[in-house]
């Protein structure tokens, strides 16, 4: 992010003493947060930092020490070993880091996006309304995507952000939620939906070289209607053109209790020798991504680069391996926000975009009652490594 960021200029007083939870699927992350926290208010030098309000400011860790034990029976108990009393508590967690097991008796269970709600509703519970203020960064929301009622059904991530409200949580921030009218179930609270566009412009240019970034040799590709903001986006700060999928069902069948996809039907201008950044929210077995992916190249498209905040990849990576070999698919971009395997890190069309500094900074910056504004519309910073590229100082990383 550049010297500019490098420094952000904290001078008000801390909201409260701060204070990190990365629950056990988050550690990973949560160190790497930490490390950035760590290293920032050493090297800030305020003229308060002697006075009570900046008491415990300068730390060697702000991860506090907390852990969720199970009993035999697969229950278990939210237990914070250290004092929270007054602090601006960050809690982080990776609903979908199903690498995470337990004994259920005595069977290996592993962690649902269920378990690892429930462990953070523990943790909660055991802070026992003692911190001066509660944010929760889930940067997967818990069941996202049953964000809208269709016949007679549930609705789990509007009762989510409710049951966490109401249990004394201040603030929720997450990343690319699958559609953000879900806050409309909470008004009176903070919720924050943050876009890692930078990172994968920025993950795309240290990865790929002599790229041509105008709307004659590249566009924006949006797989469904769905995610069509996500695709005007980044195709409005790059000066791109865009264009989408939408499927085309037949209403006549039902095929495993859905309408079967006819085909995916293409609208906007000829792709013919131009390179693509599809972008999505999430790869889940990734059968859709690749199914345009291919569609695209049919229509004689260049280049294919898939961005998506969170890589499920819940069929494995086979699929993406073979397009990545007939040449469908060239790099896949997923950031480090939810649990990623070590298979998937060594592949040689992946790209891992690290969130890690994004997180430190917002969590630095509220920690002190400042706005976050810069940080969730990030476009200058996107034109400025842009320019780099073109001018050739953006070294690979």
Known sequence: MGNREEKRNLETIPVGSLGMIALEGCKFLGEKI???????????????????AFSGYQRSSYL?????????????????????????????????????????CGHENH???????????????????????????????????QHKRTARESLDCALALQELVNMGVDNIITFDAHDPRVQNAIPLHGFETVQPAYQF?????????????????????????????RAIYIANVLGLDMGMFYKRRDYTRIVDGRNP?????????????????IIDDMISSG???????AELKQRKAGKIFVFATFGLFTSG???????????????????????????????????NCDMSKYIAYIIDTLNHDSSISDLLNPNERIQSIVARYKTGELVES
């Not at 412009?201 to 903001?229: A, F, W």
């Not at 059968?287 to 992916?293: G, Q, T």
């Open 111 to 145: 962690m649902s996006p269920d378990d690892h709600y429930q462990d953070l509703k523990r943790i909660i519970a055991a802070v026992g309304g003692k911190a001066r203020r509660i944010t929760v960064i889930m940067p997967f929301l818990y069941e996202s995507r």
């Open 317 to 351: 990576l086979e699929k993406f391996d073979a397009a990545y070999k007939d040449g469908i698919i060239n790099k896949v971009l997923t950031t480090n926000l939810i649990y990623q395997t070590p298979a998937l890190l060594e592949r040689e069309w992946y790209v």
């Open 201 to 229: 412009i920025k993950g795309l240019l240290r990865h790929v070289k002599n790229l041509q970034i105008d709307s004659s040799h590249m566009m924006v590709i949006s797989p469904d209607e769905g995610g069509m903001s």
């Open 287 to 293: 059968e859709s991504v690749l199914e345009v992916a």
């Open 34 to 52: 930490d490390r950035y926290l760590v290293k920032w208010r050493t090297e800030r030098e305020s003229e308060h930092k002697d006075s009570l």
């Open 261 to 277: 996809i006819v085909a995916h039907e293409f609208l906007g201008t000829s792709v013919e020798g131009k390179d693509m950044i």
């Open 64 to 104: 506090l020490n907390a852990k969720v034990p199970r009993f035999g029976s697969g229950e278990a108990k939210g237990v914070i070993l250290e004092s929270v009393r007054g602090t601006d508590l960050y809690l982080l967690v990776d609903v979908a880091n199903y690498s995470l097991t337990y004994s259920l």
